[in-house]
């Protein structure tokens, strides 16, 4: 399946926080790897959006909207560091 770059989060993220989220860097909670969301490898379907990390692959976030809701798991980030 062919993915986009981690900039394409951008839209769907912007509704949730006020900073760019692509330029925040986090740390894979698989492998540890530290980059920049915007490395991360996203891909997308009628159900939302799955980010995964650019160096192991496994999955680091998640997004769904449903009801004028969105539902974002990070639980694949160690943490996410914002600049502010």
Do not use: P, Q
């Not at 991360?40 to 997004?63: F, K, N, P, Q, S």
């Amino acid at each position: 399946m062919d993915y986009l770059d981690g900039n394409a989060a951008a839209g769907l993220l912007s509704e949730v926080f006020a900073v760019d989220v692509t330029s925040a860097r986090g740390k894979c909670a698989h492998c540890g790897d530290v980059s920049v969301i915007a490395k991360a490898h996203l891909y997308t379907d009628d159900h939302g959006m799955v980010l995964r990390c650019a160096v192991c692959g496994d999955v680091i976030a998640m997004a769904t909207e449903r009801s004028s809701r969105l539902c974002l798991d990070l639980r694949g980030l160690d943490w996410l560091e914002l600049e502010v």
